[in-house]
């Protein structure tokens, strides 16, 4: 397909992909750029290549992610194809599926979330932080497939003002059919941003990419 993001640059941090134990995509939100996401990465391990896809605008999509699938087209599922051809950029290289991991921040959190959902495997991991699942509603039976224990972190503010808990609470339990190893955090008054705990956590999730590979 093409779309409105499909002629946007995907940025890169760290190893060469053909050279990288593992590799991470980073997805940023809305209003930010792929090279701002990028940045998480000066924290994180050598050894591993780091890619961040760039959407039209800094946009993923117009209207909230609560909203009807259809008002949030074409931008929805053309940042879901910058996702995967990110990934595919990976797993061209002869990177492991299981050895690549996702990140995202709030819209890039809600796509890297949706994606994995939509393309279930084992990957590496999923740090989905201040974020959750695409639409109006959530139908646990529309989720098919088997995630085979990926690592999924789920971490946002109990008073998000972006990010209802109880879809937070939906996602879960939508990871956890999918048979993905499920982590929720969600922290008392934090509002919408990253902490140092999540910080922690994705660190943590990315040198397990490489001790996998070990």
Known sequence: MTGPHQDQPLK????????????????????????????????????VAYLAPQAARNTWYPNPFTAPVETNEPGRSSGLRAVGDAVAVATDAEIPRERVALVGFSQGACLASEFLVRNPDRYGGLAALSGGLVGESIDPDEYQGDLQDTPVFLGCSDVDPHIPVERVHETTAVFERLGADVTERLYDGMGHGVNADERRVVADMVADLLDDGE
Not at 17 to 42: F, K, N, Y
């Open 12 to 47: 890169r941090a760290g190893a060469d992909p053909a050279a990288a134990e593992a590799s991470v995509v980073l997805v940023h939100g809305r209003g930010a750029t792929a090279d701002s996401i990028l940045q998480m990465a000066d924290a994180f391990p050598d050894g």
